[in-house]
C-alpha cells in the first residue's frame, strides 16, 4: 500500500473497494462461463471419432478425438495384393494420418478458448497468457505428410514389382476330411 491510500477518505477506499469487487465478479463470471464452455465441447469433442482408409482401401481405421485407435479394418485382399512389412508400413501410416487428423482437429476447436487477450493482469498473479499460449506439448502427425508419403512409397512399389500372388499349392490334406478330423490320415 502507498502512503496515499492511507490518506485517501473512507468514501474513496469504498468506491476503490467496489471498484475491485466488481472486477473480480466480473473476471469470476467470465471464468465460470469459459469453464462451461470448455466442458461442452470437451463432452461434444468425445463422441467424434475420424476415419481415415488407404487409397487403395487396403487399410481402414478409426480412432477416437484423442487419435486413439478404436479400429483396424484390412480388405480381404490385403494379403493377397502385398506382403506383411508393406501391410505392417500402411497400417501404421493409415494409423498415423487418422491420429494427426483428429488431434489437429481437437486443437483447432480448444485454441480459440486458450485466448487470454481479453483476461485483466492481476498484479502479483501469474500471467495466463503465457501458461495458455506454450503450444501443444507434441506435434501431432502431419495427415498431409502422411499420406503423400505413403502414395510415394506405394508409386515406387508398385512400378518396380507386381503385388505378390498368392498360390495355393496343391494340399490334399483337406481331401479326407472325415480321416483327418479323427486324428490324421491311416
Partial sequence: MSGRDFDASSDEKVARNAALRNQIDD???DLRKRT???QEKRDTAAQQTFEVTSDDGMVGVRVDATGTVQEVRLSDKAFERTNPE???????SVIREASGTAQRRLQAEFEPMADT????EV????SLQGLLNSGPLITPPDPDAERAQRRSEEAQTGRAAAAPQVQAAPDDWDDDWESNRRGGRR
Fill in 36 to 38: 462451461a464452455d470448455v
Fill in 27 to 29: 473476471m469470476l463470471a
Fill in 117 to 120: 487477450s481479453n483476461v485483466p
Fill in 123 to 126: 498484479p502479483g498473479m501469474p
Fill in 86 to 92: 508393406k501391410l505392417a508400413r500402411a497400417i501404421t
